[in-house]
């Protein structure tokens, strides 16, 4: 890969605008506050499921991570800080302008965040006990505090909104992207409990790693007679969450938010009969992956579900992508390469889950549902 590519990229300044004006769109302002209806948008096969219509890939995972001689090189680049930095300041800019050129106003978002009165909710919310997992002061997304920051917490339902806009990229809106690729987890989770949980009642959710309370709050209008818990080990996100959460109009069942480690969430055993975990895992060391597993199925009551849904090793698209992007996302992502080596299945097996099973739910995430046996 041309170093010439990068510096284009670099020199590009998305993000270093001078406009005066926000970029967003009316629909936005009139929008954002209301609730998201999902409709299901992938084809359901006879039996009620999923059919399978996102394709995948010919290998097991991308040839750009583990222990390949192109993963190697590429974690050779990224290891040289100078050009280290310019990969993630070139991260950065590719994200914020592709947010922007599919209608998501980003810096409009991140303003309303930094000048808004969200910083009493952390001091609020923030347990001081908690220490930091090493892996979790890495820098992460191109923040060099990682997700220990208000503006990571600040930008990061922007960015959620291009990760779905990026799944889906034949959408018309954002609308229609969440309805494919949030429907289709929600789905996939609703399937998945009603089959193997004797039809039992999901009453009582758990979203760990809940960053902003997107997928939360996803979870709450789905199952809207549970209640629901968000839980994040940056208390940064957590006050994002809970901030934009009492803005909204109030649920009949109120979203309760932690500032917890996921790995050890101090919650009563057998507490819950769903546990999601939504793009967390591919940020995370192997041994952090397991320990969440583990934790996950003590929480769970017996027949309870745990969803994880994240990139997909198989997606054709992940496969494909080209040397820049590839760089460019491992360049923000140090733990890449663990999770894709990591069988999660395997993993989900041995610590005792049973009907483990994996969806590719839109053309780059799956999801990995299991069950806690009776």
């Known amino acids: 890969m041309a170093l010439s590519t990068i510096a284009k990229l670099n020199n590009a300044n998305v993000w270093a605008t001078t406009s005066t004006k926000p970029i967003f769109h009316d629909s936005y302002i009139h929008k954002r506050n209301a609730p998201q209806r999902i409709q299901i948008a992938a084809a359901q096969s006879s039996s009620g499921g999923l059919a399978a219509d996102f394709e995948e890939g010919q ?20 290891s040289f800080k100078p050009l280290y ?25 991140t303003k309303e965040i930094l000048e808004s009165d969200v910083y009493k909710e952390k001091d609020a919310i923030e347990d001081s006990s908690i220490v930091y997992p090493d ?15 208000w503006l990571a917490a600040a930008e990061a339902e922007a960015a959620t909104m291009s990760m779905v806009k990026r799944a889906i990229p034949y959408a018309s809106s954002l609308d229609e992207a969440n309805q494919i690729v949030r429907g289709n987890w929600l789905q996939a989770i609703e399937n998945h409990h009603q089959q ?5 009642t999901i009453g009582d959710i758990l979203d760990i790693g809940c960053s902003v309370g997107v997928s939360t709050r996803f979870l709450a209008d789905k199952f ?18 809970q901030y934009k959460e009492k803005k ?14 996921g790995e050890n969430t101090g919650l009563p055993s057998k507490s819950f009969d769903l546990v999601s975990i939504a793009y967390v895992f591919h940020e995370c060391p192997e041994r952090a992956i397991k320990n969440m597993v583990k934790e996950a199925f003590r929480l769970l009551r017996p027949g309870g579900t745990l969803a994880v849904t994240d990139n997909s090793p198989k997606s054709k698209i ?3 992508l080209s040397p820049v992007l590839f760089t460019l996302m491992k360049s923000t992502e140090p733990f890449l390469d663990e999770y894709y080596l990591t069988d999660l299945e395997g993993t989900l097996h041995q610590v005792g889950f ?6 590719l739910t839109d053309p780059r995430h799956r999801t990995v549902t299991a069950t806690v046996p009776y």
Do not use: C
């Open 248 to 261: 909204r109009n109030q649920r009949k069942q109120p979203i309760r938010w932690i500032h917890g480690n």
């Open 135 to 149: 892996y979790y002061l890495n820098p992460f997304h191109a923040y060099d505090e990682g997700n220990l920051s």
């Open 318 to 320: 992940l496969q494909e």
């Open 354 to 359: 049973v009907h483990v099973q994996t969806a």
């Open 196 to 200: 193997y949980s004797g039809n039992s």
């Open 59 to 78: 290998l097991e995972r991308p040839k750009w991570t583990g222990e390949t001689p192109l993963s190697r090189l590429v974690g050779a680049l990224i």
């Open 85 to 109: 930095s310019v990969l993630k300041l070139g991260a950065r800019q590719v994200f914020i302008s592709t947010a922007e050129k599919t209608n998501i106003p980003w810096r409009y978002m």
């Open 224 to 241: 809207s007679s549970a209640n629901v818990t968000g839980l994040d080990l940056s208390p940064y996100f957590v006050a994002v969450a």
